[in-house]
Nanobody
């Protein structure tokens, strides 16, 4: 079992920045790829960014490319999402997720993740 806890959400004006963090506990952190997803009211959960076990490979949704950066610290069992140039459409609950490494896995598909945090609210005002 892996426990995930997000922090760093809040209210920010458009064009501002936030840094989300996710702390993991319970299993060997480096055995897991990590992802960030978000869900806005009335919408489905969508992929934002993901990072492989070593940090050498990252994936971003088109909406996040050039503005968001995902990183991880295996020594501290944390994954972060630096969000710059925020837009009102980035408003959502952001979730951290962990995916046990296995062949053929997709890091961009929510149903292929094994563990989820409770989420942190990000609100971007115009």
């Amino acid at each position: 079992q892996v426990q995930l806890g997000e922090s760093g959400g809040g209210l920010v004006q458009a064009g501002g920045s936030l840094r989300l963090s996710c702390a993991a506990s319970g299993r060997i952190f480096s055995n897991y790829a990590m992802g960030w997803f978000r869900q806005a009211p009335g919408k489905e959960r969508e992929f934002v960014a993901a990072i492989n076990w070593s940090g050498s490979n990252t994936h971003y949704a088109d909406s996040a490319k050039g503005r968001f950066t995902i990183s991880r610290d295996n020594a501290r069992s944390t994954v972060s999402l630096q969000m710059n140039s925020l837009k009102p459409e980035d408003t959502a609950v952001y979730y951290c997720a962990a995916q046990l490494i296995r062949w053929g896995m997709s890091m961009t598909v929510a149903r292929e993740y094994d563990y989820w945090g409770q989420g942190t609210q990000v609100t971007v005002s115009s």
